[in-house]
């Protein structure tokens, strides 16, 4: 059974930092991809970065390019998200999702939700201006 678990979210002022960290217990193998989404209040949920463990490929969304960085300790199944200069708009629900396949793109989509088994309840990330 798997499970992800998110944490590391808080409230914090705009040019600050936050880092995520995400947890997924029960994978079978090496094959994964995890990703990071998150949705605001009254916007669609959008990715915000991915990794494909065994293909070794990292994607990031535009919006967040530069800014922040994403990373996985391998022998923990933990995924971290080093968010710097945090803007407004980073404010959203953070959520951590995660598949069992090689790589983070599928069928040419990198960030299609429902390409992704398993969800974490999410942690919020709040960024005052």
């Known amino acids: 059974q798997v499970q992800v678990v998110e944490s590391g979210g808080g409230l914090v002022q705009a040019g600050e930092s936050l880092r995520l960290s995400c947890t997924v217990s029960?994978?079978?193998?090496?094959?994964?991809?995890i990703g990071w989404f998150r949705q605001a209040p009254g916007k669609e949920r959008e990715g915000v970065s991915c990794?494909?463990?065994?293909?070794?490929?990292?994607y990031y969304a535009d919006s967040v390019k530069g800014r922040f960085t994403a990373w996985v300790d391998n022998a923990k199944k933990t995924l971290f998200l080093q968010m710097n200069s945090l803007k407004s708009e980073d404010t959203a629900m953070y959520y951590c999702?995660?598949?069992?396949?090689?790589?983070?793109?599928?069928?040419?989509?990198?960030?299609?939700?429902?390409?992704?088994?398993?969800w974490g309840q999410g942690t919020r990330v709040t960024v005052s201006s």
């Open positions: 999702a995660a598949d069992e396949r090689p790589g983070c793109r599928l069928g040419g989509s990198t960030f299609n939700g429902d390409q992704y088994t398993y």
């Open positions: 990794i494909g463990w065994s293909a070794g490929d990292t």
């Open positions: 029960g994978l079978t193998s090496d094959d994964y991809a």
